[in-house]
């Protein structure tokens, strides 16, 4: 048996996974295997698991900001390749934002509601996280 470390959305779990025997994997007819897998999951604590403070913390989709408006995030990892609105612009709910490239695909990241916008936390080119802000509406 192997052990390994996984981390999914954020959180690290530790696993142990036991090599099956190829020679028996073969002599079984597909559909008849008995499914072997026991998964023994040891969560790690939150200490464990919490980025250092300011680095990677993720935001929950649309969140509240601190001044009453609302957080626009980060999706997923990538890069800023266009920003089409500014401080002050209105947007219907909907209206893309901006553009962001991730493996190379470029996302439209969009309005959840409709609003103006207060701030864009970040500039063309930037490198973002899941969960950073990106815009704030009012």
């Known amino acids: 048996m192997k052990k390994f470390k996984v981390t999914v959305d954020g959180q690290t779990f530790e696993v142990t996974v036991e090599e099956i025997d190829n020679q028996t994997a073969a002599t079984v007819p597909l559909g008849q295997a008995e499914t072997k897998i026991a998964p023994q999951v040891e969560k790690k604590s939150e200490a464990e698991t919490s980025p250092a403070p300011g680095k990677g913390e993720q935001r929950p989709p649309a969140a509240s900001g601190g001044s009453g ?4 995030p980060a999706p997923m990892p990538g890069s800023i390749i266009d920003i089409l ?12 934002l901006l553009i962001l490239e991730a493996m190379k695909m470029e996302n ?3 309005a ?3 609003g103006t916008i207060v701030e864009v936390a970040v500039k063309k ?3 973002v996280n899941t969960g950073d802000p990106l815009v704030v509406m009012g």
């Open 85 to 96: 609105v500014q401080a002050g612009d209105t947007v219907k709910d909907g209206q893309v």
């Open 69 to 72: 408006g609302t957080v626009v």
């Open 125 to 127: 080119g930037d490198t």
């Open 112 to 114: 959840p509601q409709a």
């Open 108 to 110: 439209e990241i969009t």
